[in-house]
């Protein structure tokens, strides 16, 4: 067209502007994650349960700027991840109790929430004040390949801004946090989808957290399980596990549980084979009523309810055992007030 200023498309495609941060996973992309997290940068990365934003553990800058990409209250500890039991236990004091749970379940789901060892490089950010330390060793490929190309320990709350819905796929790690991450690493979306179970192990077995491990397989290894009454009973105070006390996982749309029914204005996020009808829209967390498969795609379909515009978000009644009590748990969250 003449006399128009825009300039002729290229005869052939040059180098994509980077339109986002979000990189596939290759041994250079690894490698400049791996140099990013050692200069005291932020980096998110996949986990088995949901991404996390990765910061050196042991540096005390790049704590606080995980604390302030999140815009997370100070007092909210976080979890620090580690390649292997071996490395955790350089971190934390392992009981037989712990030594049995590390055997059983990682890498995996499990958060075990322990004394600090003497000498603990990790920053004493991380704990928010506390003088226990939360490990985990995470059971995804990518994730263990960081680890391994730092050599340090990770700090990684959930790749998301205080209070939302958890991240399950880079995408939702870019929505939420954009330019305030260096780099996300795209490992696709996360296989469990729900965060690890936190379980306190300084006196008692207590659950802070119900997640990915169920608390019947952890009761099979220590026996029964205490739980969380939010405040901590030694001299500390404060909250047990400070996360569990604030609304969490928030749409922005209300949550309405234990649904039998659903209006023509609302989304419905349904559980089994038979949904209740007339919602004006039904995401199926699992038509064969699949406890896994539902926690999967929990947070995926909660942010697709919360963008149709709709007025509500309808949720049918989830079944309270295995995987259950940790959906039920983010929904509860979901929907209290005050987000
Ligand atoms: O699956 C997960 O745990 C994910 C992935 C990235 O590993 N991480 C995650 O982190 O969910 P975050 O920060 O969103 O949740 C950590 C939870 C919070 O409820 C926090 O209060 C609790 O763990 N926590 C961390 N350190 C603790 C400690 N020393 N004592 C008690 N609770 C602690
Ligand atoms: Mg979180």
Redesign the pocket.
Known sequence: MAGDLQPPAPAFSPVPRTLSNIHPPTPETVREAAGRLRRGELVAFP???????GADATSDNAVAASFAA?D?PAN??????VAGRAEAARLAAFDARAERLAEAFWPG?L?L?LRRRAGCPVSAR???G?D???V?V?AHPL?LELLGATGLPLA?????PSGAV?PTTARHVADGLGERVAMILDGGPCP?G?????L?LTAEPVL??P??VTAERIEAIVGPLGRATGRATGPATG??????LESHYAPTLPLRLEATGAGGDEALLAFGPEPPPGAALTLNLSPTGDLEEAAANLFAMLRQADRSGLRAIAVVPIPESGLGLAINDRLRHAAAPGG
């Not at 990684?156 to 998301?160: G, H, L």
């Not at 909250?239 to 569990?244: L, Q």
């Open positions: 986990t088995e349960t949901v991404y996390g934003l999140k997370r909210n500890p976080l979890i620090v991840h789901a958060t929430v991380v704990s928010a506390l226990t330390l939360a985990r995470p994730a990684a709350p959930s790749a998301n958890s469990l729900i965060e690890s179970t936190v306190g802070l957290r997640g990915g909250p047990a596990s400070p996360g569990m």
